[in-house]
């Protein structure tokens, strides 16, 4: 079993910086392509981010292309989402999920395809 437990949600202003984090125990994180996915009030579940296991790729929605970076430690068995430039329409739960990587060559971008996820974390941007 995998648990997920994201954090460093809040509130921010527009244009401002948020990182979160999504810490993984259970299993072996290398193991692990890692996808940050998040959800509007009324809206459909949406790609945000997703990183390979190793960290090699990386692909990201366009709209949040050049603001947002994602990364990984596989030392801290963490992923990051580190968010800058944001925007009132960023405004969502942010929920992180993890897919084994014998399950995809590359790290998919459809919610799908992940096995685990954890609960979310709130990020509101005010314009």
């Known amino acids: 079993q995998v648990q997920l437990v994201e954090s460093g949600g809040g509130l921010v202003q527009a244009g401002g910086s948020l990182r979160l984090s999504c810490a993984v125990s259970g299993r072996t994180f290398s193991s692990y392509h890692m996808g940050w996915f998040r959800q509007a009030p009324g809206k459909e579940r949406e790609f945000v981010s997703t990183i390979s296991w190793s960290g090699a790729t990386t692909y990201y929605r366009n709209s949040v292309k050049g603001r947002f970076t994602i990364s990984r430690d596989n030392a801290k068995n963490t992923v990051y989402l580190e968010m800058n430039s944001v925007k009132p329409e960023d405004t969502a739960v942010y929920y992180c999920?993890?897919?084994?990587?014998?399950?995809?060559?590359?790290?998919?971008?459809?919610?799908?395809?992940?096995?685990?996820w954890g609960r979310g974390t709130q990020v509101t941007v005010s314009s």
């Open positions: 999920a993890a897919v084994p990587r014998d399950a995809n060559v590359d790290p998919p971008q459809f919610d799908k395809a992940y096995d685990y």
